[in-house]
Structure formats: structure tokens, C-alpha cells
């Protein structure tokens, strides 16, 4: 019986190693807002290496929130520096957390939490190898912005 028990564990353990390998993305970091209330002058900052300028990659959005969050849209305003600090995105992104007819939540959910990724730099093309950040600010006409849990970016490299 101990035998099949440790069996287990291990062929558990080899699955779940095996699918939680993703060698397409090259960096992915959420922030938890403080007090689930998102306030303006709190604008995440993530910063991460490109080694290969030559591929192209897609950045995401991760977005957490309550239930009780009050919009059915977010608006957020991000900026992409690079390694010599000039600015080389700037744009403001809407995204949908809820259905604006229904008011049903959308994304991934758990009860009263959902998630959602969004695809807001496509197909994008780093000038150099280097360091760069990546700033969010919430966008919305409430400050603070209750109902949004964490923040966070996802970078890809496209495979060819």
C-alpha cells in the first residue's frame, strides 16, 4: 500500500512538472492592490529582461476582481520604457470585466473572484536586448477604484 502511495505521489509530482513548463513566456508578475481599492497615484511598475530582440512577443494583462466591483469595463494606461528609459508605447486600454448588457461577470471564476488576461501589445518588437518596465494606471473616475484585487503583465515571445 506505501508502494502505490509514493507511486502516486511521483507520477503527480512528473505531471504536474510537465505541464507546468511554458517555454513561451519569458516573464509574468501580478501585484495585489492594497485593500482591493486601486488608487491613482498606485501605478504598478513591472520591469523584465528582453534577451532576444530579433522575435516578437504579445504582453498580457492580468486582471483580479471582486464581485463587487462596480464597472463593467476598466480602463488602464500603460507605458513601456526601455533599457535607455525613452518611452516607447504609450496607450490606453479598455477591458471588459463584465457582460455591459447582463452585468455578468466574465473571466475565470471562483465564487466572488475573477480573472482575466488580455492581450494588449500584440505582436511587438523590442528595439534592443535589455531591461524594460512596464507601468499600469488605473484610468477609471474613482479614486480609489474598489473592487480590483491585483494587477499584473504577461510577456511571450511569439514561437516561429
Not at 513566456?25 to 530582440?53: G, K, L, M, V
Request: aromatic share 16%; hydrophobic share 40%.
Amino acid at each position: 500500500m506505501m508502494m502505490q502511495v509514493r507511486w502516486y505521489f511521483y507520477l503527480v509530482f512528473f505531471i504536474a512538472a510537465l505541464t507546468g513548463c511554458d517555454k513561451n513566456r519569458i516573464f509574468e508578475e501580478n501585484q495585489d492592490i492594497p485593500n482591493n481599492n486601486w488608487q491613482i497615484r498606485n501605478a504598478p511598475q513591472f520591469s523584465f529582461t528582453i534577451e532576444d530582440p530579433q522575435a516578437s512577443y504579445n504582453i498580457y494583462f492580468n486582471i483580479r476582481n471582486a464581485l463587487f466591483y462596480e464597472f463593467y469595463n476598466l480602463y488602464v494606461r500603460a507605458e513601456l520604457t526601455g533599457p535607455d528609459k525613452k518611452t516607447l508605447h504609450v496607450k490606453l486600454h479598455e477591458m471588459y470585466l463584465m457582460d455591459k448588457v447582463t452585468g455578468r461577470p466574465l473571466g475565470d471564476g471562483s465564487g466572488d473572484i475573477f480573472d482575466h488576461q488580455f492581450l494588449a501589445i500584440k505582436n511587438f518588437k523590442f528595439p534592443q536586448a535589455g531591461a524594460y518596465q512596464l507601468r499600469l494606471k488605473q484610468y477609471m473616475r474613482k479614486d480609489p477604484l474598489p473592487g480590483i484585487m491585483a494587477i499584473g503583465i504577461r510577456v511571450e515571445k511569439i514561437a516561429p
